[in-house]
């Protein structure tokens, strides 16, 4: 058999992840040869300073740019692979890759859910791939099953953990019933949560996500800033407690659903039924479980961050366009996230789920009474109640309610918090339901 030439790569970007591909690429370069029939070869790599003392690996000096237009440019160039982050100074090398006629390999989830349709119709107009499995959940190959091994099927829902960070918190306070400040300064120090942790516990690194699995999944162009959004920090030790006292365990979760005029994205905590398998979904990992017409349920889980386990999936997509360019399928008609049907995303205010409410209100005869007529009055169904008494503070009145609208739900609560009997503000969590109680463990 004769060896293919190697297939050039020009890596963007030395972090982490960066790191961990050049890694990955040394330690498993005779299994990749062997199944892509040449060797890969890392040509050039930019960084912003070729001088920095520590890196995550060692690398030949001569390989070190800073200019990645020259970079891009190099005719011994198949593949830039952008690992840089962020999106301007990273849109612009995308678009230059692709306008140079390379073929890109993106981590950046940031990138392609705020400017997906430019990139993509730059690269169908150039004729070139654009391969993104790292972007949504690391190494858990999350892009390639639903846009290859689903590609007969049709997705109707999913819900998701995609967000390490979130995730490893309120696993942690579930486990130690500690407080969300406490439990998020250990993972800064443990390097899960970054010095400002907004995008990850504020729901947007996540909403990032969701909006790549919604094109997808949906055929759908999704504006990112108009997914709704809730992030965990207002989650208490108290919550969780009840959470399990129902049954349920507290999730950082993405929900998406097809309702045909409209889909359905939404990014928050949830209650999770405790018999879910997403209920097991603990510390940083993600997790994406499917509902489809001709499979049903599936579930995706492993590592959704890290060096090696996202380099794994950059790596991966390397191998697969360079299987294309030998195969001369390189830059041909493909699934990709696009939008082909009209669809508006369904508004928060008309969704339908059950929730999760916590009222501190004062001691006093007929308050039930009084919060149960509110609620009764938005068309807000009750399932169960529980009332404790505390010694320090307020009165918890926790309720579970049937399915209803968010709109009747939030209108009854504004009612509610400006009665004279409710002394502290009200905590919701929506409740998850639908089909992944059909994959419930035994």
């Not at 999106?87 to 073929?103: E, M, S, Y």
């Not at 993104?132 to 999350?142: K, M, N």
């Not at 009854?412 to 419930?440: F, N």
Request: one cysteine or more; hydrophobic letters at 45%; a negative charge.
């Amino acid at each position: 058999m004769v060896a293919n030439r190697p297939i050039g790569v020009a890596l963007l970007g030395l972090g982490n992840v960066g790191g961990g591909v050049v890694k990955l690429l040394h330690d498993n370069a005779a299994a990749i040869e062997a199944r892509l029939g040449a060797r890969i070869e890392v040509r050039t790599i930019v960084v912003r300073d070729p001088d920095k003392g520590q890196r995550v690996v060692d690398v030949d000096r001569s390989l070190l740019s800073t200019d990645f237009d020259r970079a891009i440019c190099r005719d011994d160039i198949d593949i830039v692979c952008e690992l840089m982050g962020g999106t301007t100074d990273a849109k612009r090398a995308v678009l230059a890759a692709i306008g140079a006629g390379k073929h890109v390999v993106t981590a950046n989830k940031a990138l392609l859910a705020e400017h997906g349709a430019e990139v993509f119709g730059a690269a169908d107009a150039a004729g070139v791939d654009v391969y993104y499995e790292a972007a949504v959940c690391g190494g858990v190959p999350i892009i390639r099953v639903l846009r290859e091994g689903l590609a007969s099927d049709r997705v109707e829902a999913l819900w998701g953990i995609v967000n390490g960070t979130s995730n490893y918190i309120l696993s942690t306070m579930t486990e130690s019933g500690r407080p969300f400040a406490e439990i998020l300064k250990e993972a800064q120090a443990l390097g899960y949560a970054e010095a400002d942790p907004t995008l990850d516990i504020g729901g947007g690194d996540a909403a990032h996500k969701l909006a790549i699995l919604v094109n997808l999944c949906f055929s759908m162009s999704v504006d990112v800033t108009a997914i709704a959004k809730d992030g965990i920090d207002g989650i208490d030790p108290i919550d969780l407690e009840y959470a399990e006292k129902f049954g349920y365990v507290v999730k950082p979760l993405v929900i998406a659903r097809d309702h045909g005029h409209a889909i359905e994205a939404r990014v928050h905590p949830a209650l999770v039924p405790a018999n879910w398998l997403l209920a097991d979904v603990s510390g940083a990992k993600n997790a994406v479980y499917v509902q489809s017409y001709a499979l049903g349920p599936s579930m995706y889980y492993g590592a959704g961050a890290g060096m090696l386990p996202t380099a794994m999936s950059v790596v991966s997509d390397i191998i697969e366009i360079g299987r294309n360019v030998f195969a001369h399928a390189a830059g041909a008609a493909r699934p990709r996230p696009r939008p082909e049907t009209p669809r508006r995303l369904l508004p928060l205010a008309e969704v339908r789920t059950k929730y999760y409410l916590r009222f501190g209100v004062l001691d006093k005869p007929g308050v039930l009474g009084q919060l149960m007529t509110v609620l009764g009055r938005h068309d807000v169904s009750i399932a169960q109640v529980v009332q404790a008494a505390r010694s320090d503070g307020p009165v918890w009145v926790v309720v579970l309610t049937h399915d209803a609208k968010e709109g009747d739900v939030r209108a009854a609560l504004a009612e509610i918090d400006t009665l004279p009997i409710v002394a502290d503000r009200t905590r919701v969590i929506r409740i998850a339901s639908g089909d992944p109680s059909k994959g419930a463990k035994s």
